[in-house]
């Protein structure tokens, strides 16, 4: 059974970028059709310039596609990135994810998986509140939140963060290690098996009401 999963995210330096493409991959490992989208960003050149990381990261992703609101139409399951910004969201997926609220009323969001990862400079910077914010957004939703949980070894081996993969990226802005990648690679594999469940699930039920 085949599940569609948009893995969406910001990313400035490049920490979140790889995480995002570790998710993709695990969700990718169990047959899902994935999208990996990064939203627009809204800060200007001006400020870009002033960090020769940002800059070298925006150059290199420019020709990946951007995030679009028929990617959430689209999807079985979400899965969303961001950096910590004083314990929030970037305002880049924010504004993003203010856009949704005709797909909201619609009702298209209600009832799907949803899974959030983030980075921060320091191991206490706020990653934890930067997930659970978002989770604000999914409850409005009406989605389902998938969060990795103790369920699994890669999660304690990468800090052990139950609310999503969380990568510490200290002052050297090396990006995640390698631990905390194969986190975030449970952590799709994760939402794409509960999507396919909540799929299965589903069918039986229709089928079993065909036949009542």
Known sequence: MTVKVAVIYYSASGSVHALAEAVAEGAAATGADVRLRRVAELAPDSAIDENPQWRRHVDATASLAEAALDDLAWADAYAFGTPTRFGAPAAQLKQFLDQAGG??????????PVTAFTSAFNRHGGSEA?????????????ALIVPPGFTDP??????????GTSAVTGPSGAGPDEATLEAAR????????????????AQSVDAALQDA
């Open 103 to 112: 797909l909201w009323r619609e009702g298209a969001l209600a009832d799907k």
């Open 154 to 163: 890669a999660v304690y081996a990468a800090g052990g963060n139950p609310y």
């Open 130 to 142: 930067t997930l659970l914010s978002l989770g604000n957004v999914f409850y409005h939703w009406g």
């Open 186 to 201: 449970y952590q799709g594999r994760r939402l794409a098996q509960t999507a396919i469940r909540l799929r299965a699930g």
